[in-house]
């Protein structure tokens, strides 16, 4: 697994909204078929999985994801997230903007999130089907959070907590298929 900082793709798809500051990525080469790691990533409770359980990154919180009738697999479809961390309440609302079986999923925040250490983010994962392998690129752009408090922790801590969600997302996938 490798994470990396540069990206080969644009920032911005066409027609969504304007590029982000940062950039994080993830990197796994999973032996499974590209339809079977799509439907794993494209569960989106399972893809945020790391997020509703303690650990030191979330300071021992979790966030809870609710997804609409969509279950965040189409087009348009909407996810929440919300927890308390550090006494502090977050709140984050995403909207699918790009979901194409079985390559590619890209989704973005809706409005201002009440994040601590990043800010607005585009986010997603590509599917590259190689020879025995499929290669799994899991990325976030995002901007850093406004207000003193909220840049201050995002410059000390932004890249890190960006680069343990990639990294989980992508490990996550990678553990499911290789348990057996």
């Known amino acids: 697994m490798a994470l ?25 080469d999973i032996a499974a078929d590209p ?23 979330m300071a021992g919180a979790t966030m809870k994801t609710e997804l609409d009738s969509q279950r965040g697999q189409a087009v348009g479809s909407v996810i929440r997230m919300k927890g308390v961390v550090l006494g502090v309440s977050l709140y984050v609302e995403e909207v699918v903007t790009h979901h194409e079986p079985p390559f590619r999923k890209t989704w973005e925040t809706r409005g201002q999130p009440r994040l601590l ?16 392998d499929t290669r799994v690129r899991v990325w976030i752009d995002y901007s850093l959070p406004t207000g003193l408090t909220g840049r201050w922790l995002g410059k000390l801590l932004g890249k890190v907590y960006a680069d343990w969600c990639v990294t989980r997302m992508a490990r996550d996938a990678t553990n499911f298929f290789n348990k057996g």
């Open 117 to 132: 250490v990043i800010g607005p983010y585009r986010m997603g994962f590509e599917l590259s089907p190689a020879a025995t």
């Open 35 to 57: 339809s079977a790691i799509f439907a794993l990533l494209d569960d989106h409770r399972r893809l945020s999985a790391h997020m509703e359980k303690p650990s030191l990154m």
């Open 4 to 28: 990396k900082n540069a990206s080969p793709w644009p920032a911005a798809e066409p027609g969504m909204s304007a590029p982000f500051q940062l950039h994080r990525e993830a990197l796994a």
